[in-house]
Each structure stands twice: as C-alpha cells, then as structure tokens.
C-alpha cells in the first residue's frame, strides 16, 4: 500500500504488538511463537502488526497478511537509543520487506554524531518510498519528528527515558497534546492496558493504537495481576 492508502487503513485501528527478546520466555532464536501471536491477533481484527527483528518480521508476514511496523532493537556503545539505532537496521528492515519503519526520534544525543535530522534525511535519501514512525517520549519531539519528515509519530518512549521515567501510566493527555500541535499520524502506543485506555486515545486524537504486554506478553500481565493483589 502506499502511504495514504496505509495510513487511511489503520485509521482507529489496533495493531498488536507481537515481540520477545533474549531472556523472555516467549523467546526462540528459531521463531515460531511470534507469527502465532499474529495470527491470533489478525483472528481478533487486529489491522497490523508491530514486530521486532528480522527472523520474526519474516515469519509473521509469510503467515498474515498484514501491514507490519517493523522494528530491531540493538544496543550500541555510546548510544542511549536502542531502537533502529542506524542504517544496517534500516537496510534489514527494509530487505525483510516492513511496511512502516519505527526508529527512536528521541532528541538524545547520538553516538555517531549525527543529528536525527541528518540521519533522518539519509534514511531518505537512500529509500525515498519509506514510511517512517517516530518512536518519541516528549510533545517537543513529536512536533521535531513532523519537522524533518518522519511520517508518522508514536508515544511508544513516554516514560521510558531518564526525562520521562516519571510516567508510570499510559498518558492520555499526551495524545491530546500532541494532536493539537502535529498534523501528521499520530499512534499511540506504551502503557496501554486495557480496551478503555486505547479508545481514550482515540478519542483524544490518536490515529490508530498499539497495544503490547496487555496482550503478547503473559509473564507481565501476570506480574500486573500479582503486584494487583498484593
């Protein structure tokens, strides 16, 4: 799809976000679990799927046939980001065929100097049909992202930067906040629990919603039932 046909699609849609890393039960180097997190999703009337790394993105798009937010989170010496942190991601993500790309827009400092401006504008230039997501924590970065041509933005980093680390719930207000300043696409995403949260976000401007841990990940919601009843 091209991008106004992708953006008009997920229109007040759920994208579910199917991911495990190493040292997560749901963890397999092989794959395999992922793709059945989609399928299961897609059955529920998800409109896409947000993915991380490249093994997953592949297996997940060879079993539904959705949109895929794809994503490799990698660490870096030097770098405080951790989520499509340089151009060998973009090229994977590129190759294993991601319909959005999703990159931390953080306005921290990047280890190679670049600002994200100029990596931004690489990113471009190299691919100029790409579809970005800004991964971001602040409304000040959000309206950056829409001010060096990221396609789309996603509170995805609220509360998950030492600036933020505040934040221990989803921020509804955030969204509101955001939608008042920036025309492009806004995603909601981090921290949403429950079905009343992601429709507060539409209501309060979001584009579409991604929802995670309340649905792929059972070892954290179990972790919220337990820490609920104590």
């Given at each position: 799809?091209?991008?106004?046909?992708?953006f008009?699609?997920?229109?007040?849609?759920?994208?579910?976000?199917?991911?495990?890393?190493?040292?997560?039960?749901?963890?397999?180097?092989?794959?395999?679990?992922?793709?059945l997190?989609?399928?299961a999703?897609?059955?529920?009337g998800?409109?896409?799927?947000?993915?991380?790394g490249?093994?997953?993105?592949?297996?997940?798009?060879?079993?539904?046939?959705l949109?895929?937010?794809?994503?490799?989170?990698?660490s870096?010496?030097?770098?405080?980001?951790?989520?499509?942190?340089?151009?060998?991601?973009?090229?994977?993500?590129?190759?294993?065929?991601?319909?959005?790309i999703?990159?931390?827009?953080?306005?921290?400092?990047?280890?190679?100097?670049?600002?994200?401006?100029?990596?931004?504008?690489?990113?471009?230039?190299?691919?100029?049909?790409?579809?970005?997501m800004?991964d971001?924590?602040?409304?000040?970065?959000?309206?950056?992202?829409?001010?060096?041509?990221?396609?789309?933005?996603?509170?995805?980093?609220?509360?998950?930067?030492?600036?933020?680390?505040?934040?221990?719930?989803?921020?509804?207000?955030?969204?509101?906040?955001i939608?008042?300043?920036?025309?492009?696409?806004?995603?909601?995403?981090?921290?949403?629990?429950t079905?009343?949260?992601?429709?507060?976000?539409?209501?309060n401007?979001?584009?579409?919603?991604?929802?995670?841990?309340?649905?792929?990940?059972?070892?954290?919601?179990?972790?919220?039932?337990?820490?609920?009843?104590?």
């Amino acid at each position: 799809m091209k991008k106004e046909q992708l953006f008009e699609y997920l229109k007040d849609g759920l994208v579910v976000s199917c991911q495990a890393l190493p040292g997560e039960p749901l963890y397999r180097e092989e794959g395999g679990i992922m793709a059945l997190m989609a399928l299961a999703a897609k059955n529920a009337g998800a409109k896409a799927i947000r993915a991380q790394g490249v093994t997953d993105i592949q297996q997940i798009k060879a079993m539904v046939d959705l949109p895929v937010i794809g994503i490799i989170k990698k660490s870096y010496p030097n770098f405080e980001q951790f989520i499509t942190v340089t151009m060998d991601e973009i090229d994977a993500l590129v190759e294993v065929g991601s319909d959005i790309i999703a990159l931390d827009a953080t306005l921290r400092p990047r280890g190679d100097g670049l600002t994200l401006e100029q990596f931004i504008k690489q990113i471009k230039t190299k691919y100029p049909d790409i579809i970005l997501m800004a991964d971001i924590a602040t409304l000040e970065e959000a309206i950056y992202a829409e001010k060096i041509g990221i396609d789309c933005v996603g509170t995805t980093l609220n509360g998950y930067t030492s600036y933020t680390k505040s934040v221990t719930e989803f921020d509804a207000d955030l969204i509101k906040k955001i939608a008042d300043n920036v025309r492009i696409p806004i995603i909601a995403e981090g921290k949403v629990h429950t079905p009343q949260q992601a429709k507060l976000a539409l209501n309060n401007g979001a584009h579409c919603v991604v929802v995670g841990g309340a649905i792929t990940r059972p070892q954290e919601i179990a972790a919220r039932f337990m820490e609920a009843m104590k």
